[in-house]
C-alpha cells in the first residue's frame, strides 16, 4: 500500500530559526511529492513540487524540501521562520493516479 | 497561477434543507475535480472524485444520494448537501487537476453549519 507519513503532529520554532517539517512516502514506485501550506479556514495552496527531475526542490516563500529515495523522505526546511509561516502543512503523494494526504503538521512560530 | 473559485466561502443552512457548493477552474480547463471533507485538525478527506461528463466516483463510506456532484462542464462542479444535518457541518474543499497532470490546486473551502 502507498502512504505518507508526517512525523510531527505540532511543530514550534521561533522566528528566524530554521523550520524542519518531516515527510516519509511508502511506495513501491517512485511516487510526485507536493507540499502544500494550509491557512486557517483556507485551501491548500501549492509551496513546491517533485516529480523526478532535480531532487533538491525550491518552492515559493523560501522553503525548499529533498527527496532522499534512500531514506523514503521529503523533508521540508526553511532557513529562517516567519510569524506568517505559522500554519498547517501537508505533505501529498501522488501515484497511479491516486493522491495520498499527509495527516498534517501544525507549524507555531514563536515571536 | 492556476486559480480555483469555490463559493460560498461560508454558509448556515436550518437542518433539512439542501446546499449547494460551487467549484470552478478560471483559467484552465479541469477534467478532474476533487471533493474533500476536513474535519477540525485533521486531514482531508476525499468523498469523491469528478470528472467531466460522467458520474462521479465516491469514495467507501460516502453517501452518493447526499452528496450529490455535478462535473456538467469543464470549468465547474458542484457538490450538492441534500436534507443537510447537523453532523454535515463541517469545512468541505474543492480541488481541480487539469488534464492528466498530477498537480491540484485547491479552491479556499466552504464552512458549511447546519443548525
Known amino acids: 500500500a502507498q502512504s505518507v507519513t508526517q512525523l510531527d503532529s505540532h511543530v514550534s520554532v521561533s522566528e528566524g530559526t530554521p523550520v524542519l517539517l518531516r515527510c516519509n512516502y511508502s511506495?513501491?514506485?517512485?511516487?510526485?511529492l507536493f507540499w502544500y501550506v494550509q491557512h486557517p479556514n483556507k485551501g491548500l495552496q501549492l509551496l513546491l513540487k517533485y516529480t523526478s527531475a532535480a531532487t533538491l526542490v525550491k518552492g515559493i516563500n523560501g522553503f525548499e524540501a529533498e527527496f532522499k529515495k534512500s531514506e523514503t523522505s521529503f523533508h521540508l526546511t526553511k532557513p529562517s521562520a516567519h510569524m506568517s509561516d505559522a500554519a498547517e502543512y501537508f505533505c501529498?503523494?501522488?501515484?497511479?493516479?491516486?493522491?495520498?494526504f499527509g495527516s498534517g503538521t501544525k507549524l507555531n512560530v514563536k515571536p | 497561477g492556476a486559480v480555483v473559485s469555490q463559493h460560498p466561502s461560508w454558509v448556515i443552512c436550518k437542518s433539512g434543507t439542501s446546499v449547494k457548493i460551487e467549484c470552478r477552474s478560471l483559467d484552465f480547463q479541469a477534467t478532474t475535480m476533487f471533493w474533500y471533507r476536513q474535519f477540525p485538525k485533521q486531514s482531508l478527506m476525499l468523498m469523491a472524485t469528478?470528472?467531466?461528463?460522467?458520474?462521479?466516483?465516491?469514495e467507501q463510506g460516502v453517501e452518493k444520494d447526499k452528496f450529490l456532484i455535478n462535473h456538467a462542464s469543464l470549468t465547474l462542479s458542484t457538490l450538492t448537501v441534500t436534507s443537510a444535518h447537523p453532523e454535515d457541518s463541517s469545512f468541505y474543499i474543492c480541488s481541480a487537476r487539469e488534464g492528466g497532470g498530477n498537480i491540484q490546486y485547491f479552491g479556499a473551502g466552504t464552512r458549511l453549519s447546519v443548525l
Open positions: 501529498v503523494g501522488y501515484n497511479f493516479n491516486k493522491f495520498y
Open positions: 469528478s470528472n467531466e461528463g460522467s458520474k462521479a466516483t465516491y
Open positions: 511506495s513501491s514506485y517512485s511516487p510526485s
